[in-house]
């Protein structure tokens, strides 16, 4: 019952900068906790990035730290991953995904605390 839909991957070289932005339709994302996975060809997926209802609480994993940043514009009803000095290993399907459960330490990095995914939006980053 909740839409997400990603936008904003691309073909980008290494040491650039992408924007992706999740837009949410149905319901008000304002009562969800928000996270980003991705998921390369071959591999399990992975947590990179997820953030609390009101955004005050954020989570990253450790091979995007410092390099992504995640926020989001409740009055917008969408989520943004900005994603700086990417690497060719930062190529993967990146989905976006909602939680009905509020985000902590203990949880945030799972999927299963997710009910609602996106379709993916593609990232390939050039050497």
């Known amino acids: 019952q909740v839409h997400l839909v990603e936008s904003g991957g691309g073909l980008v070289q290494a040491g650039g900068s992408l924007r992706l932005s999740c837009a949410a339709s149905?319901?008000?994302?304002?009562?969800?906790?928000m996270g980003w996975f991705r998921q390369a060809p071959g591999k399990d997926r992975e947590f990179v990035a997820a953030?609390?209802?009101?955004?005050?609480?954020?989570y990253y994993g450790n091979s995007v730290k410092g390099r992504f940043t995640i926020s989001r514009d409740n009055a917008k009803n969408t989520v943004y991953l900005q994603m700086n000095t990417l690497l060719p290993e930062d190529t993967a399907v990146y989905y976006c995904a909602a939680s009905p459960r509020q985000l902590f330490s203990n949880n945030y990095q799972f999927g299963q605390t997710y009910d609602y995914w996106g379709q993916g939006t593609q990232v390939t980053v050039s050497s």
């Open positions: 953030i609390s209802r009101n955004g005050g609480r954020t």
């Open positions: 149905g319901r008000t994302l304002s009562t969800y906790g």
